[in-house]
């Protein structure tokens, strides 16, 4: 619940303040399956339901408290500073139905973490439409509760937290024809859970990632005049393991992906739109949108990576136009979505087996639609 802000004094200042409490119990059963499998095709083509058997049976009460504190001042006119504080306390209580000797059996167990996490921020505002940023803040990302009550044991997790540093600015140019905005960030990740494969194949989690996510994000308006219009919003961006080691051998080795790419990350990432509402038909609106992402890599080992060409591009490049015509209070529109009907995956993954999992897009869609405004006339 937060607090309405406390004016003072000094420097235009103000404080906020709040705290928050959630609860989520949860209950998870999950029962072995005899999967069927053709060995020609490698296609899995049926599966039962062994109720004999469970591979899981437990309820989980997760809380979360949080309590934030905000300050800020103004020591010139124009310019506003920020400094802030957020506590969370976040607790699993987990009780299993299961006894030791299960696949999970994990004993009844009560986990607590707890963490600051700071904000600072400036913002000036320069005059006529234009103004700078700077930001830097901390996030946290807690354990998943299947990351903690799995197997035999419970690993000793910590919530993993980002570092995150932004600059930017905006500015209306051209008598406010174009506006344009524009930040450049830096997000370093510590203490990610990694999944690590011991000398015996055992595996369990671990916090031993660290991650690099840095890029620069745009968007740019162009009104030239009232009947067009066109936006475009994008972000050129890299992520990287800095440290993300993932299976120590036998003989002592340790595989790593230090320095690659993250999978389905990729470098490039748009999205723009032309709208056209011509003065001669009014009423009408016709819009034409540019969806595009650049190739990524299938896998942590950087070995495979998805380019298939859409639309001219490798990656995915997608059409979509939509129209519509608003007479009085009466609007009907037409939406067709993958205007070419481009074959291309939202998703592609390479698991460790050489197997790859694709998450197909849609193909061409069309949707039809009527709008009755109330209460609104031309």
Known sequence: MARTPSKLNFLKSAVFGGVSFNYAPTKYEANYLAITRDTVTGYYTSFTDRNDSLLADYTTGLSNAGAWLQYELSPLRNLKLIAGVRYDMISYDYHNKLTGAA????????????????????????????????????????????????????????????????????AALYKRKVYLDVSLYQ??????????????????????????????????????????????????????????????KAGGEVTSFNGNDMPEAPKFIANAELTLKPRFVKGLRLGFEWQRMSPWYKNDANTHSYNDETLIFKGVSILNLRTGYRFRQLEGYVN???????????????????????????????TFGVLYHFGQKR
């Open 336 to 366: 067709v979505l993958n205007l070419t009907d481009e074959l291309y995956a939202n998703s592609v993954t390479r698991a460790a087996n050489n197997r790859e999992a694709y998450s197909a897009g849609a193909p061409r869609v069309f």
């Open 187 to 248: 997000l370093n990740g510590y203490d990610e859970i990694v999944s690590f494969t011991l000398p015996d194949n055992s595996t369990e989690n671990r916090n031993a990632g660290k991650t690099l996510h840095r890029g620069i994000e745009y968007s740019v308006t162009y009104t030239p005049i009232n009947d067009i219009s066109f936006r475009l919003g994008g972000t050129n961006a890299e992520h990287k393991y800095v440290e993300y080691a993932v299976q120590q």
């Open 103 to 170: 696949f999970s059996g994990v004993p009844d167990t009560v986990i607590t973490n707890r963490a600051f996490s700071p904000k600072l921020g400036a913002i000036y505002n320069l005059g006529n439409g234009r103004g700078i940023y700077a930001n830097y803040s901390r996030g946290l990302s807690a354990p998943q509760v299947s990351d903690l009550f799995f197997g035999k044991k419970v690993p000793d997790l910590k919530p993993a937290y980002f570092d995150n540093y932004e600059v930017g600015g905006w």
